[in-house]
């Protein structure tokens, strides 16, 4: 999206910034409040996430979670029987705890992975990506912190991104009387609130919602196709994997008709609203990812489907080596516990996970649970 300039010599706010474009669709709103350079939600020095901040993740748990990460990729370069330089992407690194976990557990553990290795933090905004620098200074040219892939050659590549796809911005669309609406957001004046207004969708509606019958005012969200991200990721990897945490639903799931109003939330001090329209730039905004739809464009980019499990699965699979071993402290388990218990992280998040250059064909059981076509 392209931002209006801000002049340094003027006071502006996100409020007036949208006074001036209303009206906007509520993707651009939720892009303005979230990723505007100055005064975005995530532009912001990267406090959000732990006790202090405004919600959890898996990160905020321990480093469990980035050594069992750095054991399936250490397991990958292995198995790849890869010799000379090679590469590791995390997408949305935030305040680069999990890229220090990663990092420490790879250098530890893996030391014949590490001798080689390029790590590469992937932020677009500028103030973020120059705490990730400071955060991750000590391990010298080996980490770049970049804006973009655009300057990445090809090399053997593992791609990880913790909770980033929930924060895509999306379209919100209502069910009416004559179809489907979508939702744009409309400013009067700068010193009244904000206001909601339903126009003729300009959002692709999926065939699921055209060829069911849903209730009048039913609200969900929809996300633009990204196939354009998932190409220019896909660009600077010869062969390699790609794995995401984060939270959501296949398709069927996730457009169920009893979800009447649709999965959007925003979090402030572990405070869940669903008003995105206060406190702009001050809190987070998101919804939970339509896997299928994800997988899809992944593979129209040329990525293979690989596996799509609950975290508890993928984790506790993947922890085996680990949680063997003589030394394993009891604050280590119980992080573990709290990484893959159904009723806490566990059930709540899902690992997709893709693979690239390789000769394997989809994961059946994967393709069965998203709903993929055959």
Partial sequence: MNYPKIDPNATFSLRKIIHEMSPISFDKHMDLCLYHPDLGYYAQVPTQVGKDGDFF?????GPLFGQIIADVIARWWKNAHIAGPWRIIEIGPNNAALAIDVLDSLALDHPDAWHELEFCC???????RAFQEKMLASYGPKVRCLENVDSLAELPTFVYANEVLDAFPCHLIEKTAEGWKEVTIHSIAQDTPLEERLTDSIASIPSLLQNCEYPLGYRTEIRDCSLSFWQKLRSCISFGELLWFDYGFAEPEYY?????RGTLRVYQQHQASDNPLENLGQCDITAHVNFTAVAREAIAAGCTLKGFEPQEF???????????RRDLDAKTLRNFQTLTHPAHLGGKFHALHFSIGDSAEHNSTAKRRLVLES
């Fill in 314 to 324: 993928f984790l506790t699979k993947n922890a085996a080596d680990r949680l063997t």
């Fill in 256 to 260: 169920a008709a009893e979800r009447s």
């Fill in 122 to 128: 992937i932020d677009p905004l500028p103030l973020p």
């Fill in 57 to 61: 993740t898996s990160v905020s748990c």
